[in-house]
């Protein structure tokens, strides 16, 4: 882009041009290229911090979203310490463990079913807690 400017000017212009051109020099010139070139970088810069920003907050939304959901399969109020979702995972095991339905096909595959979302809310938070 700046050719096609730098060749408009000259044709207009014709000599006067080409005489104030000659007073940069090499030197300036590459300084000026290297200031575009930082100037491209910060902006570049940038943009990845804005988008990794949005990024990380619609992240964290979701993981918001999903902790939530574990608490609600534990029956347990947000914010609730590793030893009230270790025993609401305990209580609410042995309530809807498969083997407990073992006469009954639907309530078995219930059970399964929730036990599966149980089993996969506690290992969250042995993860989140460090257990």
Known sequence: MFDRIFNILKAELGDAFQSQ???????????????????KKQEDQTFEQEFDN???????WQQQQEERQYYA???????????????????LIKQYHPDRFHND???????????????????YFEKKFGK
Not at 23 to 37: P, R, V
Not at 54 to 60: A, E, R
Request: no cysteine; hydrophobic share 35%; charged share 30%.
């Open 105 to 123: 096909i639907e309530k078995h595959k219930a059970a399964v079913e929730i036990s599966q979302k149980l089993n996969i809310a506690y290992s």
């Open 73 to 91: 399969a534990l029956e347990l109020p947000a914010g609730a310490t590793f030893e009230e979702v270790k025993a609401a995972y305990k209580r």
């Open 21 to 39: 051109t000659e007073k940069i020099s090499k030197e300036d010139w590459e300084l000026y290229e290297q200031h575009q070139k930082s100037k």
């Open 54 to 60: 949005q990024f990380n907050q619609q992240t964290s």
